[in-house]
């Protein structure tokens, strides 16, 4: 919810295009892998971009781990350790 407005908007229409058509179904510009299983979903807005790093759990289900206004070219590396820590809980 911290994200600006725009940008939330933009990741709630990348979600519903992956409910409407399969995740399979759906890549960059949109969505990229990262590593293992983290995957991010990628939001460009008029009022900023944002990443939302994701894996995928049971059944169809996509568990947002974290989200974040990007300020950097790279996916920080803080970031990146938030959703793993994260993505270690939900596995257990």
């Known amino acids: 919810m911290a994200l600006p407005e725009g940008v939330q908007a933009r990741v709630i229409r990348i979600l519903e295009l992956i409910e409407q ?17 983290l995957w991010e979903i990628r939001a460009r807005a008029p009022d900023g971009i944002a990443r939302a790093i994701y894996l995928t ?17 790279k996916t ?9 820590q994260r993505a270690r809980e939900v596995r257990k």
Do not use: C
């Open 57 to 73: 759990a049971t059944g169809k289900r996509l568990v947002i781990l974290h989200a974040f206004v990007k300020k950097t070219q």
């Open 21 to 37: 058509v399969g995740l399979e179904q759906v890549h960059e510009p949109h969505i990229k892998h990262l590593e293992d299983k």
């Open 76 to 84: 920080p590396k803080q970031a990146l350790e938030i959703a793993r």
